[in-house]
Every structure is written in C-alpha cells, then in structure tokens.
C-alpha cells in the first residue's frame, strides 16, 4: 500500500513539474554586450514574474494553461527602454537585447537669491513595536516590491538619503534595490524618476538600512512612492534566516505592494512599512 502512494506521489509530481511552463534566456546589453542584472521580467499585470540573475539568465515559470504562442513578456530596468518580447521568440533565441534609452539632461537654473536651506525628514520615520516578515527561500527575488507615498510637502525638495528599518535581520547580507515612482492618474505608482538603479546592502544585525543619494542629485516637485525591493540573498541554508521590517506608526498615507515584476500594484493590502527620506529645501 505504501508503495503504491508514493508511486502515485511521484506521478502527481513529475506531471506537475512537466505541466509547467518555462521560458529561460538571457538578458544583454544591446550595446555593450554585457549581461543585465536584475531586470524586472514578466507579463503586464499578471501575477507571473522574476528578475534576471547576476550574469543576466533568467527563468520565468508560467501556468500550464498559458499559450506560449500567444504572449508577450515584458523586459523592464532603468535606463534601459522596456521591450515586449514573444515569448516563442526568446525560445528560439534565448536572448533579449535592451537598448539603452537616452534621457534629456535637465535645464540649469541659475539664480542669484541665497536663500537658507534647511534639512528635515519625511515619511515614516517613527518606527513602531510591530513588524512584517519577509521569508525569502531562494537567493533571489522575483520583483516584490513594498512602498509607501510620501505626499508633497510644499517646498521642492532634494534626496540626501533613502531609509528603511528592520527589525529582526540574521541574514547575511541582502541586496535592496530602491525605486521613486511618480503616482498615475489612477492612484498607482507609475514610472519611475530615478536615471538609474539604485542599490543598497543590509548586512546581518543591521536595523537601519541608509543609502546616500547626494550625488543622484534627485529633486522632488510632487507626490511619490518610494519601495524597497529585495534582489540578491546571501544565506546559509541550515540558519534561522529571519528577515523583518519594521512597522510605522502615526502615518496614514497609502501603501503600495506588488507580489512580483509587472504584476498589478497592490494599494493599502499592507501595513505601513518604515521607510522615509532625508531630505533639503530652500526657504
């Protein structure tokens, strides 16, 4: 009898594993060549979709009812143009190209008027006694990404640093990527403003995670989204490996959560994550 129930395991199992769709290849600058990490890969809107590894492979696993003939997969990074590939295509192939997509410099303002600048933080800086695991059981993400809206707080503002906290942290270390959405018409993050991607690295122990963005010159006129997005994990497999964020208190602004690459934003499904800006202003 028990012979016959793992038989019937393993031929539930090995259908299973058959039925699934796979679609591999590998993701290269159009100009240099180069493999592209962490490019955000999937259908649009759906629920189906991962990132591209550190030499630019990628492996995106879809339903058995999905007809590869019939669908596009989309390929989106900063700083590269987003490109809708057959997926019959990249079968054949096995590569996607991403062009490179030259951005307008912005207009220099000149001006005389010295005017003070002053320095506060915005967002969810007040972190409460509550908290969100995250349980990561590969070495990297699919695209889940957690934010929340920091609303317009009158004065144009610079970016010093971008901030998170975490609560509980026995990972060795993790690769973030960080984004700044604008918000479309329809409430939901739409388009990102950065020029290029930005990263961070927690390492095991650390509560407050920081990047300091000085340098991206990046200048705020308008209400935004900002996410944390884990990318990268380096683990040992037999440790406890708990990852946890911290809540905020005393904010009410919206939440925005996406499951993975170009799934349909989320809004208001999760609480409200620790994450806030160092910011300047003139006055």
């Known amino acids: 009898m028990q012979r016959i129930i793992i038989a019937i395991f393993l031929m539930l199992f090995s259908h299973a594993q058959y039925a699934q769709n796979i679609v591999s290849g590998k993701v290269i600058d159009a100009a240099t060549k180069e493999a592209i990490p962490y490019v955000h890969i999937g259908i649009a809107n759906k629920n189906y979709g991962t990132i591209s590894t550190d030499d630019g492979n990628f492996q995106l696993k879809l339903p058995e009812n999905v007809d590869l003939k019939n669908i596009s997969i989309s390929f989106s990074c900063i700083g590269y143009k987003l490109v809708s590939v057959a997926a019959s295509a990249i079968k054949k192939e096995n590569t996607v190209l991403l062009h490179h997509d030259i951005l307008a410099l912005d207009e220099v303002v000149i001006t005389k008027k010295q005017r003070k600048i002053k320095s506060k933080k915005i967002g969810a800086y007040r972190k409460s006694i509550f908290n969100l695991g995250e349980a990561n059981?590969?070495?990297?993400?699919?695209?889940?990404?957690?934010?929340?809206?920091?609303?317009?707080?009158?004065?144009?503002?610079?970016?010093?640093?971008?901030?998170?906290?975490?609560?509980?942290?026995?990972?060795?270390?993790?690769?973030?990527?960080?984004?700044?959405?604008k918000i479309s018409s329809d409430g939901m993050p739409k388009n990102s403003i950065l020029k290029k991607q930005l990263f961070v690295k927690s390492y095991f122990g650390e509560k407050l995670i920081m990047l300091d963005v000085t340098s991206e010159a990046i200048q705020i006129e308008e209400t935004i989204v900002i996410t944390i997005e884990p990318v990268r994990l380096w683990y040992e497999e037999d440790d406890d490996n708990l990852l946890f964020y911290k809540h905020a208190k005393g904010y009410s602004e919206a939440t925005y959560h996406r499951k993975s690459s170009l799934s349909p934003w989320l809004k208001d499904e999760i609480p409200v994550l620790s994450i806030f800006l160092d910011v300047t202003y003139e006055k």
């Open 137 to 181: 059981t590969n070495n990297y993400g699919v695209g889940k990404e957690y934010g929340i809206a920091i609303p317009y707080p009158k004065h144009d503002y610079r970016v010093k640093s971008i901030n998170f906290q975490l609560s509980e942290n026995t990972i060795d270390s993790v690769l973030y990527r960080l984004n700044i959405y």
